[in-house]
């Protein structure tokens, strides 16, 4: 049987349900957290400090809140950046790639040295920069991150689009007086969008870690939303006496990290067997 | 692309630690004594004249003032006792004051100490009018009758005994260094009577000290030749050095962390009562907090008690006002206000305020002044006030501040200790009308306070007891205002290797650590 599932393999398809697992509890989480309101932010004093039990799986934060509902909840604004920032990121990306490698010239030679110039800075360093400019907050950590992360997208569509301006059908269009604005946008952008959508899904889980990285270091989300980066910050101060405060959401991050890579894998490896197969 | 990232970052991470082993280990390497304590803030200003901040650290060591303030945790009250003046004297009902200077005291660059010193360093002080320099206010005339006596005339008076012995703005400087700029002391630059110079400043890393070999005090061999002041504003890394022996003493530290320090023999853990307090200062220029029953209503919300237990793990207490116990003037009986949610939602409704949304302003770095905006957000959502939480840079979170108080911050998390031993400094600094803002960061402003204080202080050295009384009544009256949330009296926590010997801590200068009374 040659599924989709069946092509992932099994590690890819361990990965999926995971991911699975974690979309579906961040959806209900006002149903799956033990205790939503400490998800949100609400303290609970008395109950500081507690290892994990299992009135409390993950244990307790230094304000008394469930670990495990502030991870479920955390996981939402893990989500929303991770998605927002691809969004983004192929909304200019996509564009500017596609221009400039369509037209070639002097539009291809400036809009690539923008992106080099993007590009030259580490990714991390850049968003770290434009997020300690903008100030801490779940949106500025969205515009730093995706500041960082369009060249990548820019690069591959020019790339696509250098192979595609060559290919008959784009030609003969040009042949019949088809206006660029209208190859571009009617022959050229379907098939480009499909190799990067592909991508930008894959980047999905860097994007997601990445704002874990500016969270950790106090330009991701305002107190008291939950967020794994600044959980696991908030936890480094009283490690090792309370481990499981930094250890609970730092595994998170690594085992959806992880759940990201392996399904990328699993998907570009699902890929070269399928082009082979034709 | 981003594995290379990760290895240029590795590599940055490398050279820095290699740059922090290189400058402490240079001590060890020459087999010379180096004391090091991790300091969880930087030294902004390294001017004795203008500093007013953490800086203190480093004057202490490498200035003196012509005395020095012991406290006495005991009684509340404390001595003061000499140190470049050997003796001095009041007259004219505590309007002159006469200063006799230790003789054979010596700057660090050869240059005697001599009255004309002394005059030069507080008027150089008075005329940069930056940092503390209003220590000086009253002080209309300096005089040097001979080369060892200075002469203090007063416009009113004032217990100057205590007020030269400041932390802040009363350290004497060498002739030299009086003709000098900022910038030449940011440079490393020192000119003090200290047992210590400034051998080498790294701004916002460290700030390294060489043993002043003119020091009048003269020489123990088993004190330290080099004190290292390393910025370690991660406590994780500062409380990991102590533990490692890279440093010998630090503060700061996390107080869940407080139990695990106690039970390493390595380690000596120092609580003391301190003279410093956390207040939280609503905005008196801003709707809907300029109607005083609105601050009335958010202070009865406040969660004081599980702020204390679980803030300080108990070791701080409650505040009565401004101004700590230890400090006279203290007003053990001062009303305080308790947390009663139930009424300040009722006080609220009777103001008509409705949908009240509040932004709050914290140090991103301070775990007990996040510990208490958070806890206070959650009763105050109890009411239907939705607090916004801010955590900033100090240095982002004061610009704010200081800039128009209409666009400012609705409420100011706040440390306090104070300038010299006077109830006065706490109310002037904090609450005493502003045109320009600085720690005054409610922006509250009351001519009558203000005239009141003044009074107060005025009367400072000629009937203290009336003074003190002036100062609780003028107190009184400013809680009754409810310009801030007096939130707790903190303690001195300091955790220090058990091998240091003669560690004693004095609140008076806060956070300061007299290298030379230590030794290994």
Redesign the interface.
């Known amino acids: 049987m040659n599924t989709a599932i069946s092509r992932l393999g099994v590690a890819g398809s361990i990965a999926l349900g995971v991911i699975c697992l974690f979309l579906l509890a961040i959806i209900f989480a006002p149903y799956v957290a033990p205790f939503p309101e400490q998800g949100v932010g609400d303290p609970n004093i008395a109950s500081r400090l507690l290892p994990p039990s299992p009135e409390h799986w993950l244990g307790t934060d230094a304000f008394g809140r469930d670990i495990l509902s502030r991870v479920i909840y955390g996981g939402r604004v893990s989500v929303t950046i991770g998605v927002t920032v691809v969004i983004i990121g192929l909304c200019i990306g996509l564009p500017v790639g596609i221009v400039a490698g369509y037209s070639g010239g002097w539009i291809d030679e400036t809009l690539m040295r923008i992106t080099d110039v993007f590009l030259a800075f580490p990714a991390l360093l850049l968003a770290v920069l434009v997020a300690a400019a903008l100030g801490a907050g779940m949106w500025n950590c969205i515009i730093a991150i995706s500041i960082s992360w369009w060249p990548w997208y820019a690069r591959m569509a020019r790339s696509e689009v250098l192979v595609l301006r060559g290919q008959p059908y784009v030609e003969a269009a040009q042949v019949m007086g088809v206006s660029h604005p209208v190859i571009l946008v009617r022959h050229i952008l379907p098939a480009v969008f499909r190799p990067l959508s592909v991508q930008g899904a894959l980047d999905f889980g860097p994007a997601l870690l990445t704002g874990s990285a500016l969270s950790f270091l106090g330009l991701g989300v305002r107190p008291p939303t939950a967020d794994w980066g600044e959980m696991v910050n908030a936890g480094r101060a009283v490690f090792p006496d309370r481990w499981w405060i930094a250890v609970m959401p730092g595994l998170t991050i690594f085992i959806i990290a992880l759940a990201f890579s392996m399904l990328g894998d699993a998907v570009r490896d699902a890929e070269k067997s399928g082009s082979h197969d034709h | 692309?981003?594995r290379r990232?990760f290895l240029?970052?590795a590599t940055l991470t490398g050279l820095a630690t290699a740059g922090y082993f290189s400058s402490t280990m240079f001590a060890a390497a020459q087999g010379r004594k180096t004391l090091t304590l991790a300091y969880p803030t930087s030294f902004p200003s390294l001017d004795p004249s203008t500093s007013f901040s953490n800086d203190n650290a480093v004057m202490a060591n490498c200035y003196e003032t012509l005395t020095r303030y012991i406290p006495d945790p005991e009684t509340g009250s404390g001595t003061v006792s000499p140190l470049l003046a050997e003796k001095w004297e009041s007259a004219d009902e505590g309007r002159t004051w006469t200063f006799h200077l230790r003789s054979g005291v010596t700057f660090d660059d050869g240059a005697p100490l001599n009255a004309e010193a002394v005059k030069k360093s507080i008027e150089r002080t008075k005329t940069l009018a930056g940092g503390a320099s209003f220590i000086w206010d009253a002080v209309e005339q300096i005089e040097t009758p001979d080369d060892m006596t200075v002469v203090l005339k007063l416009a009113y008076a004032q217990p100057m005994d205590v007020t030269v012995s400041a932390g802040y703005a009363a350290w004497i400087l060498s002739p030299a260094a009086v003709e000098q700029d900022n910038e030449w002391f940011n440079a490393g630059n020192s000119g003090g009577t200290g047992p210590y110079k400034i051998m080498r400043n790294e701004p916002g890393q460290r700030c390294i000290l060489a043993r002043n070999e003119n020091y009048w005090g003269g020489r123990d061999e088993d004190r330290f030749d080099n004190v290292v002041l390393e910025i370690s504003e991660d406590?994780?890394l500062a409380q990991s050095m102590l533990e490692s022996g890279q440093a010998d003493w630090t503060y700061g530290l996390?107080y869940?962390?407080l139990?695990?320090m106690e039970s390493n023999p390595d380690l000596d853990v120092v609580v003391n009562p301190s003279f410093q307090n956390l207040v939280g200062f609503m905005n008196t220029k801003k709707a809907p907090l300029d109607n005083v029953d609105v601050r009335r209503a958010l202070a009865m919300s406040f969660?004081y008690d599980?702020v204390v237990?679980?803030g300080t793990n108990g070791l701080g207490s409650r505040a009565r006002g401004a101004i700590p116990p230890g400090i006279w003037g203290h007003d053990p009986e001062a009303p305080m206000a308790m947390t009663n949610l139930e009424e300040a939602k009722s006080i609220l409704e009777a103001t008509g305020v409705t949908d009240l949304e509040l932004t709050l302003t914290y140090f991103?770095g301070d775990?007990l002044e996040?510990?208490a905006?958070?806890?206070w957000?959650?009763n105050l959502?109890t009411i239907g006030v939705k607090m916004?939480?801010?955590?900033?840079s100090w240095e982002a979170q004061w610009d704010l501040a200081k800039s128009d108080p209409a666009n400012a911050q609705d409420i100011f998390m706040f440390y306090w200790w104070p300038t010299y031993v006077t109830p006065y400094d706490y109310l002037l600094n904090m609450f005493r009308s502003e045109d320009e803002p600085i720690y005054n960061l409610g922006y509250y402003s009351n001519p009558e306070f203000d005239a009141n204080l003044d009074a107060a202080h005025e009367l400072s050295a000629s009937d203290r007891a009336a003074s003190e009384q002036m100062f609780r009544d003028t107190q009184r009256m400013l809680i009754a205002d409810y310009p801030a949330v007096f939130i707790m009296d903190l303690p001195n926590v300091h955790v220090v290797r058990s091998d240091i010997k003669g560690y004693v801590d004095n609140p008076a200068y806060a956070h300061v650590v007299f290298s030379d009374e230590l030794s290994k």
Not at chain 2, 388 to 392: A, S
Request: aromatic share 0%; glycine share 4%; net charge neutral.
């Open positions: 692309m981003k990232d240029k970052s406590p994780v996390p869940e962390n139990e695990r969660p599980d237990g679980a991103n775990k996040a510990l905006s958070e806890l957000r959650a959502a916004n939480l801010q955590p900033m």
